[in-house]
């Protein structure tokens, strides 16, 4: 019913930049909070950034200052802007949005993972 396409993993030198995308398409008939998780192998998947239909955005304390998450409504686009990345950034990616369809439900839904990997 909702589909999250990510782009923009791939492998990049500490130091370096990456972006990641998703879209968002489907049924859908709302949006609200967009996020970006990642998971390295061993550990828990973990929250990167978030940000609401508002356009209030969290950040984990460990990329402040380094990513920014946008979003685009109309497009129903996330976006993670990932600068001065670090080894220890390496990691599978994955959006979630929560998003309303109907019959009225509100539901997270999880893109596929795209891969980051940050060499040294």
């Known amino acids: 019913q909702v589909e999250l396409v990510e782009s923009g993993g791939g492998l990049v030198q500490a130091g370096g930049s990456l972006s990641l995308s998703c879209a968002a398409s489907g049924r859908i008939f709302g949006i609200d909070a967009m996020g970006w998780y990642r998971q390295a192998p061993g550990k828990q998947r973990e929250l990167v950034a978030d940000?609401?239909?508002?356009?209030?955005?969290n950040y984990a304390d460990s990329v402040k200052g380094r990513f920014t998450i946008s979003r685009d409504n109309a497009k129903k686009t996330v976006h993670l802007q990932m600068n001065r990345l670090k080894p220890e950034d390496t990691a599978v990616y994955y959006c979630?949005?929560?998003?309303?369809?109907?019959?009225?439900?509100?539901?997270?839904?999880w893109g596929q993972g795209t891969q980051v990997t940050v060499s040294s």
């Open positions: 940000i609401t239909s508002g356009g209030n955005t």
């Open positions: 979630k949005v929560q998003a309303l369809t109907l019959p009225v439900s509100w539901d997270d839904y």
